[in-house]
């Protein structure tokens, strides 16, 4: 098995500012971890190179901060494990905590998979194909989207006290501890990167864990 490092992007806004938190859940989770730098020079700046190189209209801001993520992680590696899909497939957005019921829950994670290749999948595909890096998106795996949505949608609603993502978090949590905080929707979050794509075995287990720790059906999908 080979290392698996991880990566995230920082800015000096302190209200984008994911980097304690994100370090924090690399060591809980035992990945080697490393932060990039962008000042706001340099995200104006590839703000500007960016539009000559879309090849249609694209409005996503979060495409700057993914493009200057994937820039300085190519010298490190060639292949990365993107999160896209994860909010997704177990309602990782704040207006779902105004989700009237959980049949609104269900169909709006429907609403937003049918709709993922024209934005989250459209800006990953773009910011890592501009630098020769290599995308794996595990939630968007066949068998995790299959067991994700399988889970009973009372389980993805925002209330009690709970967050976005609950079910997911709590197969992660660690200590007691919930990781993972509420992230910011214009940044790229992290990256998973290995220097062979041999490497995505180590994600393999994710449908695995969650059966372990309760979260959803001890068998599906055929297995």
């Not at 490092?5 to 490393?34: I, K």
């Not at 609950?166 to 290995?194: C, I, N, Q, Y």
Request: aromatic share 8%.
């Amino acid at each position: 098995m080979h290392e698996v490092s991880g990566f995230t992007l920082g800015v000096d806004a302190p209200d984008l500012a994911e980097r304690a938190a994100a370090r924090a859940s690399a060591t809980a989770l035992g990945v080697a971890w490393n932060e990039l730098m962008a000042g706001e020079t340099q995200v104006a700046s590839r703000a500007v190179e960016l539009v000559a190189l879309q090849d249609e209209p694209f409005a996503d801001s979060s495409l700057i901060a993914s493009d200057l993520l994937c820039r300085q992680l190519r010298s490190h590696a060639t292949v990365a494990l993107s999160g896209d899909g994860g909010d997704e497939i177990f309602g990782g957005y704040l207006y779902f905590h105004k989700a009237p019921s959980d049949r609104a829950v269900h169909e709006e994670l429907v609403r937003k998979l049918s709709m993922l290749h024209l934005y989250d999948c459209n800006r990953a595909n773009k910011a890592m194909s501009a630098w020769g890096v290599e995308a794996r998106v595990p939630f968007l795996d066949k068998e995790v989207l299959e067991v994700a949505m399988m889970i009973d949608p009372s389980e993805k609603m925002c209330r009690n006290g709970r967050m976005e993502k609950w079910a997911f978090r709590k197969a992660f949590e660690h200590g007691g501890r919930v990781l993972f905080g509420e992230t910011d929707a214009s940044m790229p979050g992290a990256l998973l990167a290995f220097n062979t794509a041999h490497s995505y075995e180590h994600y393999g287990n994710l449908v695995t864990y969650m059966r372990l720790k309760g979260i959803v059906p001890p068998s599906s999908g055929g297995n």
